[in-house]
């Protein structure tokens, strides 16, 4: 039943329907999507531990993969415990003021996802093309603030949803097909006029998403050119090697952000909704969890670290003997 308040059309809660089409299955679904947060938290504060408690990596590179892996962690913690509250309990209700804190988070963490990925390349940009300046350049002063700017933007830029959101009458209902309080899955069961929230969310996604992704692109050009030019192809292979880990990053990251970006706003119905929102879940919980595992594998210095750290734990027990 649709309760509204007194004197606005705007209901007391909304009803996030889940995945349709696959409500009889959403036990199973589960299961995965539960794996995965699970090997996201363990895997990020297992690195941020890493990072902090090693000497070796206190490094603006891996300063930076800390970050990641903070941000990564509130990403998918803002959505994933409700999302799975809906598909074991079947509990969908969501005041409506959560789902606005709610929509202001995801969109917050994901921009700021997106912003750390651009510092990082520029930190790629600057160890590679300039070497001897890079301890110089990058100093903690200027990865904090950095930190900080990448913040404010994606705050300041995503405050406006939420009051576009509640400025809208609610009229055709309160149910959301969706797991979680997303911007335009809201604003489409409004009987107002959305044009404003649509503008704006893609004056968002070019500020944000195409800004960073302009100077990742400008960024990994450069590099190109450095490393190319370079004489020893071992020092082409190493400078290579310290990029896969992000340009993997980079593709895990933005491929599900752009089909869910453009299935919202131009996929119609030619795209069944359960494929949708199974992607923008996965949109939220795949860098997450991969991110750890590609970086633990991908960079010498962090597997390097690891083992280090897993075979001291095996010889403290000997040594109490």
Same mark, same amino acid.
Not at 222 to 243: G, P, W, Y
């Given at each position: 039943?649709?309760?509204?308040?007194?004197?606005?059309?705007?209901?007391?809660?909304?009803?996030?329907? %889940?995945?349709?089409?696959?409500?009889?299955?959403?036990?199973?679904?589960?299961?995965?999507?539960? *794996?995965?947060?699970?090997?996201?938290? @363990?895997?990020?504060?297992?690195?941020?531990?890493?990072? /902090? =408690?090693?000497?070796?990596?206190?490094?603006?590179?891996?300063?930076?993969?800390?970050?990641?892996?903070?941000?990564?962690?509130?990403?998918?913690?803002? #959505?994933?415990?409700?999302?799975? $509250?809906?598909?074991?309990?079947?509990?969908?209700?969501?005041?409506?003021?959560?789902?606005?804190?709610?929509?202001?988070?995801?969109? @917050?963490? @994901?921009?700021?996802?997106?912003?750390?990925?651009?510092?990082?390349?520029?930190?790629?940009?600057?160890?590679?093309?300039?070497?001897?300046?890079?301890? *110089?350049?990058?100093?903690?002063?200027?990865?904090?603030?950095?930190?900080?700017? #990448?913040?404010?933007? %994606?705050?300041?830029?995503?405050?406006?949803? #939420?009051?576009? #959101?509640?400025?809208?009458?609610? $009229?055709?209902?309160?149910?959301?097909?969706?797991?979680?309080?997303?911007?335009?899955?809201?604003?489409?069961?409004? $009987?107002?006029?959305?044009?404003?929230?649509?503008? /704006?969310?893609?004056?968002?996604?070019?500020?944000?998403?195409?800004?960073?992704?302009? $100077?990742?692109?400008?960024? /990994?050009?450069?590099?190109?050119?450095?490393?190319?030019?370079?004489? =020893?192809?071992?020092?082409?292979?190493?400078?290579? =090697?310290?990029? @896969?880990?992000?340009?993997?990053?980079?593709?895990?990251? /933005?491929?599900?952000?752009?089909?869910?970006?453009?299935?919202?706003?131009?996929?119609?119905?030619?795209?069944?909704?359960?494929?949708?929102?199974?992607?923008?879940?996965?949109?939220?919980?795949?860098?997450?969890?991969?991110?750890?595992?590609?970086?633990?594998?991908?960079?010498?210095?962090?597997?390097?670290?690891?083992?280090?750290?897993?075979?001291?734990?095996?010889?403290?027990?000997?040594?109490?003997?």
């Amino acid at each position: 039943m649709l309760l509204l308040n007194d004197t606005s059309l705007t209901p007391v809660s909304f009803i996030l329907n %889940g995945i349709p089409g696959l409500e009889e299955v959403h036990l199973w679904v589960s299961f995965p999507l539960c *794996t995965m947060y699970s090997i996201a938290i @363990t895997g990020n504060f297992g690195l941020m531990y890493l990072i /902090y =408690s090693e000497e070796a990596l206190h490094r603006p590179m891996h300063i930076f993969l800390a970050l990641l892996s903070f941000t990564d962690v509130l990403m998918c913690t803002s #959505t994933l415990p409700n999302t799975l $509250c809906i598909l074991w309990f079947n509990l969908k209700e969501i005041d409506f003021k959560a789902c606005l804190a709610q929509m202001f988070f995801v969109h @917050t963490f @994901t921009g700021m996802e997106s912003g750390v990925l651009m510092l990082m390349a520029l930190d790629r940009y600057v160890a590679i093309c300039y070497p001897l300046r890079y301890a *110089t350049v990058l100093t903690n002063s200027v990865i904090a603030k950095a930190g900080l700017l #990448t913040f404010l933007r %994606g705050v300041m830029l995503v405050i406006p949803f #939420t009051f576009l #959101t509640k400025r809208l009458p609610y $009229c055709r209902g309160n149910v959301i097909l969706h797991t979680y309080c997303d911007h335009m899955s809201v604003a489409k069961i409004s $009987c107002g006029n959305v044009k404003v929230n649509a503008i /704006y969310g893609l004056m968002v996604a070019l500020l944000i998403g195409g800004f960073d992704i302009l $100077c990742i692109t400008v960024s /990994y050009t450069m590099i190109l050119q450095a490393v190319v030019s370079l004489s =020893s192809a071992e020092a082409r292979q190493k400078a290579f =090697s310290t990029c @896969t880990a992000h340009i993997f990053a980079i593709v895990i990251t /933005y491929v599900p952000a752009f089909f869910t970006f453009f299935t919202h706003r131009f996929g119609g119905r030619s795209i069944p909704p359960h494929i949708h929102i199974i992607m923008a879940n996965l949109y939220l919980l795949m860098p997450p969890t991969m991110n750890p595992i590609v970086y633990g594998i991908k960079t010498k210095q962090i597997r390097t670290c690891i083992t280090r750290f897993l075979l001291k734990g095996k010889d403290n027990p000997s040594h109490n003997i």
